[in-house]
């Protein structure tokens, strides 16, 4: 093997070190300027979202019941039904304020209102939900705050 091909590994050799730290680096950066851009997103998109909730037991029966006639309006619900879904709405309430108590887990607010819309599939009954399915605002109402 001559120097110059010596000379020639060598630089090559020593390119590609420059390359592939180059490589790494600059992926480094665009993983860290692309982490950024979401938590910004994140951090101002979810204090908007803030409702006012019912706040002791007697507002929170009142909301419930709007919200079992609000139902009833769409589908037409048995006694029974009623006071089941008067239940679930309590309780989407009472999560809900502990949750704002806590400081506004927007996680734990998804959850909440994932777990009230899978109750009113599981309860209600395919008719029923095909009803309620196809008034979206209605069904958002009944879940979300």
Wanted: no cysteine.
């Amino acid at each position: 093997m001559s120097s110059f091909e010596k000379l020639n590994t060598k630089r090559n050799y020593n390119i590609m070190k420059k390359i592939i730290a180059l490589s790494a680096l600059l992926t480094l950066g665009i993983g860290f300027t692309a982490t950024a851009q979401q938590k910004k997103a994140t951090l101002t998109t979810a204090p908007a979202q803030q409702a006012a909730l019912p706040a002791n037991a007697a507002e929170i029966i009142k909301a419930a019941d709007k919200n079992v006639a609000t139902l009833n309006s769409v589908v037409t619900l048995t006694a029974e039904e009623k006071q089941m879904f008067q239940g679930l709405f309590k309780t989407k309430y009472k999560n809900l304020n502990r949750i704002a108590a806590a400081g506004n887990d927007a996680a734990e607010k998804e959850s909440t209102y994932k777990a009230i819309e899978m109750k009113l599939r599981a309860t209600l009954s395919p008719d029923k939900m095909a009803k309620l399915d196809a008034k979206p605002a209605i069904l958002k109402e009944l879940t979300h705050e």
